[in-house]
Nanobody, 123 residues
Framework: QVQLVESGGGLVQAGGSLRLSCAAS????????MGWFRRAPGKERDFVAT????????YYADSVKGRFTISRDNAKNTVFLQMNSLKPEDTAVYYC????????????????WGQGTQVTVSS
């Protein structure tokens, strides 16, 4: 049974930074990709970033490139999302995701989801 627990959300002013963390309970003998999606009020879930098992491959949504950085610590089964230069349009519930296999940007590829953490950016 895979469980994902996010932390690090909160309220920040525009231009500020936040760091999200997600701890996974997953079999460590199986390679898995992890990532982040987000859902803004009244919108569908959108891809944010993903990282493969080795950490050598990362993918970002165009809207966050250059501002967000995804990383992982496999020894701790944890993925991080460093968010800088935050904008009001980044306000959303952020979900940690995991899949066994390669990293993708498609919501339907991810079977395992965390409960979400709220990020609110004030103008």
């Amino acid at each position: 049974q895979v469980q994902l627990v996010e932390s690090g959300g909160g309220l920040v002013q525009a231009g500020g930074s936040l760091r999200l963390s997600c701890a996974a309970s997953a079999p460590t003998f199986i390679n898995y990709a992890m990532g982040w999606f987000r859902r803004a009020p009244g919108k569908e879930r959108d891809f944010v970033a993903t990282i493969d098992w080795s950490g050598g491959r990362t993918y970002y949504a165009d809207s966050v490139k250059g501002r967000f950085t995804i990383s992982r610590d496999n020894a701790k089964n944890t993925v991080f999302l460093q968010m800088n230069s935050l904008k009001p349009e980044d306000t959303a519930v952020y979900y940690c995701v995991l899949r066994f296999g390669s990293a993708t940007a498609y919501v339907s590829d991810y079977k395992y989801w965390g409960q979400g953490t709220q990020v609110t950016v004030s103008s």
